[in-house]
């Protein structure tokens, strides 16, 4: 097996800085409750948007609306997660590189 030298890990290096810029481009989408909570995150794993319809809250009920948006907002994180490492895996050819992800 051929060994990385300097310059293939500074090529390495600035092809994971350009998709990581891609990334916080792309967004992806989660939702609980039915769709009616929805949250949107970026590749980048930053949670960007919150969307609530109105006929979820319940004064009566806080904890359930408390959940569903826990839900999302987890399920919009592993979704971006997972985005990321796909993007990533394309530089590294599915190679674990300590510290890169």
């Known amino acids: 097996m051929k060994g ?3 310059g293939d890990m500074l090529k390495i290096q600035e092809k994971v800085q350009q998709v990581q810029k891609e ?11 039915g ?3 929805k949250v ?10 919150i ?10 009920d806080v904890e359930m609306l408390e959940d569903l948006i826990l839900a999302a907002v ?5 979704r971006s997660k997972e ?3 796909e993007e990533m895996s394309k530089i ?10």
């Open 51 to 60: 969307h609530i319809d109105p006929e979820v809250i319940d004064p009566e």
């Open 74 to 78: 987890n399920e919009s994180r592993e």
């Open 23 to 33: 990334l916080a481009q792309k967004r992806v989408e989660a939702s609980s409750g």
């Open 92 to 101: 590294t050819g599915g190679m674990r590189i300590p510290g890169l992800f």
């Open 35 to 37: 769709g009616m909570v």
């Open 40 to 49: 949107v995150a970026n590749g980048s794993q930053e949670i960007l948007e």
């Open 83 to 85: 985005l990321m490492m």
């Open 4 to 6: 990385f030298g300097l």
